[in-house]
């Protein structure tokens, strides 16, 4: 008996093989966990800048709807103005 005995327990081998490959596998999880906490940092940190170019961009959009509707009024007015000088030079003739 004592001989099957011998040949079930684990070898200091085996058993030095096994706790190697369980130490790999949790520095494997720590690097792996710490990947991910950085991506989410990186996705966070996109989102507000994503943001805040959507608000820069609808700013812009805003000020050039404005900017568009002021040359046109102005536009309008010059038209305005130039028949009325044309109004005049017709009265002087």
Partial sequence: MSANAVELAPST???KS???KILRTIELLKAARQAK???ERDA????EQ???RENEFESMRQELVALRREREEV???VEKMLGQIESLAMEEE
Avoid at 44 to 47: D, G, I, V
Wanted: charged share 40%.
């Fill in 44 to 47: 966070t940190r996109l989102r």
């Fill in 13 to 15: 081998a085996d058993f």
């Fill in 37 to 39: 906490a950085v991506a």
């Fill in 50 to 52: 994503l943001n805040e």
């Fill in 18 to 20: 096994l706790e190697e």
């Fill in 75 to 77: 536009k309008s007015r």
